[in-house]
């Protein structure tokens, strides 16, 4: 058990008392750092994802720079599709690119099964040699995408306006997408189970295109397989987050299918998100990330506007209502966090 | 005063009582339509916009060859900023743009005010022409965007995948983001007191981006321009209907705003909605556009759950969440409307 210096993430996560609200930012180890943009213009992203080395680099570097209470693995959800079998290439600019769909059941039977310790190992060794050079510091949460998610970029193949093949999918093939969908919840179970083994102190499963679906639609297709995985992850009091993005509903739900925290875009209310979910669960976010573009009295208005609606008390994890934008400045980010940091005192 | 030989959508809009649910379907004169694409193959998108034959022609069409109950014109949001100055280009397959965006104060002074019987005569020309070919058989519909949502592609230039630009602008200029707002407000008042003048039968102002607003900047650059030009509006007895894409939260507000009727999404539960505005206002949507992809026994299945979700009662129009797909077949979109006009009789 790791004895940590700063463990207010996991805290709470937990609802347990904080002496102030933790914070990270989704896709902290990323593009809007240069130290980040250094590191990629020595190799791809796929190259970075699979060279523990690199990985375990721009994970940490949030932490050294912009001073975050947590760290999250650098990795893409996508390697799953590609471990199983699935041929991945990033297009520069333009996003993930699956040459061979799925489209029908014959192409979910050809998918193999994965053991993560075998088709994933570089993810575990990544995790297991940033939890060696954080050494403590602070937590370190592992990640991995939501079947329905996975799916749509495997039914897509790519990024889509109108995502009309995965609906054409689900609606004219509900067998082979139950069967898919199935299929991922038993990797992500495995990969999830395999980095808390290696390391991780938390685990995010991104549902980012949740809010595709009607809500009945979003029950049959993406809740019901993320508590499949919530059920069978091997863990011991290791947390769980869920952030369905535009998911906007049933967030009571959310946290029955076994979530620790629900992650919330920015569209929600916290105040009102924590009277429908209760004591249940830790809720996570939610701060616009456009407001990263404007002037620090702004951005301290605004983020003391999200620390309000959450209100005093334990159980909110401060965070954006999604990922950094790549053309935030850094001295915004850092200004953010502390912010939090001291802004935050005030509330427990 | 038009004598209908069909007036359910107005019946419906105005929360009286109907023998059946009347439909339509947002983006109904558009290219799912062979007949539609047969016209656009002799003119360019803005030129059938421009050419009141063209644009009655296909506003006409999924009257008679799939029978909704109500028309609207053919048309496009963005003459309103070309009318105001800038030059508009349609890039096929790609969308909009403006080759000349909105960046600062001084870029909002060089607008031109719009005199709609002047600069956007072509439109009103539509629609008389399109009232008489009608003949009375359904109402017919005028359509705006929301000083938002314009700002926003008059701010970015063209689509966008993190709108960053619009939200810089607000943030970090919002005297410059309020004065765009107010001028376009004039604007869109002016343009939609001229469409009923010409004979409109009701109005609806699409906030197609007002999803991407955290609720306070929702309330504050794009709720109070919608509620201004309601406001503003000359109009008898013409319902207003307000389709804020992507806003799940305060209804009620828009409610407020004094919108006769509000258009939905298809993440919203119809009956929820309904609790949260009472008898204010009648509702419009709300099936998921891809379910026409779906066989008819699905697609019949998920329209009979829609109307099930509103109950029984008068105050629902049926539509889809978002515009209809162009892909879609002409054959399952017309099965959707007999199954809505068939099963909807019983829930009055």
Not at 44 to 60: G, N, R, S
Not at 103 to 126: C, E, G, H, Q, S
Not at 197 to 212: H, M, R, S
Not at 267 to 277: E, G, M, W, Y
Request: overall charge neutral.
């Amino acid at each position: 058990m790791t004895k940590f210096q700063n463990d207010l993430f996991l805290r709470a996560c937990k609802r347990q008392h904080v002496e102030r609200t933790p914070i990270w930012i989704m896709r902290q180890a990323g593009r809007f750092l240069p130290e980040y943009r250094a590191v990629r213009e020595k190799a791809d992203f796929l190259t970075m994802c699979k060279t523990p080395e690199l990985a375990a680099e721009v994970t940490i570097q949030p932490v050294d720079i912009i001073g975050v209470d947590a760290a999250i693995i650098f990795s893409d959800i996508l390697v799953i599709p590609e471990a199983m079998g699935m041929k991945l290439e990033m297009i520069e600019s333009k996003g993930p690119k699956f040459y061979d769909p799925i489209r029908t059941v014959d192409d979910v039977n050809k998918l193999k099964d994965i053991d993560p310790t075998k088709n994933l190992k570089f993810v575990l060794d990544a995790v297991s040699l940033t939890k060696k050079e954080l050494n403590g510091r602070v937590p370190l949460i592992g990640f991995a995408g939501s079947p329905w998610t996975l799916m749509t970029y495997m039914v897509e193949g790519s990024g889509s306006k109108n995502f009309s093949e995965i609906k054409k999918f689900i609606y004219n093939q509900p067998t082979a997408a139950h069967k898919l969908l199935e299929r991922i919840s038993d990797a992500v179970a495995d990969y999830l189970s395999a980095k808390i083994e290696a390391g991780a102190n938390a685990v995010q499963i991104f549902d980012t295109w949740g809010g595709l679906l009607s809500q009945t639609d979003f029950e049959e297709f993406s809740l019901r397989y993320i508590q499949k995985i919530i059920s069978q992850i091997k863990r011991k009091d290791e947390p769980v987050i869920v952030f369905a993005k535009g998911v906007h509903y049933k967030l009571d739900k959310i946290a029955e299918a076994g979530a620790d925290v629900i992650g919330l875009d920015w569209t929600i209310d916290l105040n009102a998100a924590r009277k429908s979910v209760g004591d249940k669960v830790a809720l996570q976010g939610n701060l616009d990330p456009t407001v990263l573009y404007a002037n620090k009295k702004k951005i301290k208005e605004e983020a003391v506007k999200v620390l309000e609606s959450f209100g005093k008390g334990s159980g909110h994890i401060f965070n954006l209502g999604h990922g950094i934008l790549p053309d935030v400045t850094p001295e915004n980010a850092k200004y953010l966090v502390d912010v939090i940091k001291e802004e935050s005192k005030k509330f427990h």
